[in-house]
């Protein structure tokens, strides 16, 4: 089972960027996707990119302009780059990983989950 922390988070300004790390230490053999999500105060929590096993990508609409998303196999470590970055884009970051293939976004299909990293992006 993956074991994932983030880190990378913290404050930036409008326009500015941000990148995000998350270091999977536990077992990835049977992970097939990594993903990001996000979830601001009062919101819900939503996906922002995935990026499968084989490199493949997907993206939220709000973010798929702006952010990036990759991994480091040797590492172990999944990175989403932000640039540009928007007061709306504040809250808390996720790193998760699923058994099932990249495009099943739902939060319900990634099973193992780090502690999240917090974003503030001021204008």
């Known amino acids: 089972q993956a074991q994932l922390e983030e880190s990378g988070g913290g404050l930036v300004q409008a326009g500015g960027s941000l990148r995000l790390s998350c270091a999977d230490s536990?077992?990835?053999?049977?992970?097939?996707?990594w993903g990001w999500f996000r979830q601001a105060p009062g919101k819900d929590r939503e996906f922002i990119a995935a990026?499968?096993?084989?490199?493949?990508?997907n993206f939220a609409d709000s973010v798929k302009d702006r952010f990036t998303i990759s991994r480091d196999n040797a590492k172990n470590t999944v990175y989403l780059q932000m640039n540009s970055l928007k007061p709306e884009d504040t809250a808390d970051y996720y790193c998760?990983?699923?058994?099932?293939?990249?495009?099943?976004?739902?939060?319900?299909?990634?099973?193992?989950w780090g502690q999240g990293t917090h974003v503030t992006v001021s204008s």
């Open positions: 990026i499968s096993r084989t490199g493949g990508t």
């Open positions: 536990g077992r990835t053999s049977n992970t097939l996707q």
């Open positions: 998760a990983a699923s058994t099932y293939p990249l495009g099943l976004r739902n939060a319900a299909y990634f099973r193992s």
